[in-house]
């Protein structure tokens, strides 16, 4: 028998929102921002009528220090698509497919 659509998943890490964020750039950076566990709720009440990328960007740069935003900053759109899918997969945020 053949291989199932079920066996190609990818494996997934566990989310571990309290602990920090590490992500390594294309060009070998580190970067690291806070536990995203840190973040009260008041600040999702804050910004829950905000757009979806008006949040990620509120909730980055709650998270981040100026040294790794001038970093987020600099990264191209393919490199910004995949630190934002590490960081749901480790706030264990699933988005629609």
């Known amino acids: 028998m053949g291989a199932k659509p079920q066996d190609h998943k990818s494996k997934k890490r566990p989310a571990r929102p309290e602990e920090p ?10 970067i690291t921002l806070k536990a995203p566990a840190t973040l009260h709720v008041g600040f999702a009440r804050k910004n829950r009528d905000l757009p979806p990328m008006s ?3 509120a909730m980055i740069e709650a998270l981040a220090d100026s040294e790794a935003l001038d970093v987020i900053d600099d990264m191209d759109k393919q490199q910004f698509a995949r630190f934002q899918t590490e960081l749901y997969e480790h706030q264990g945020i699933e988005l629609g497919e």
């Open 21 to 30: 964020f590490e992500f390594v750039t294309d060009a070998g950076q580190t």
């Open 55 to 57: 949040q990620l960007f």
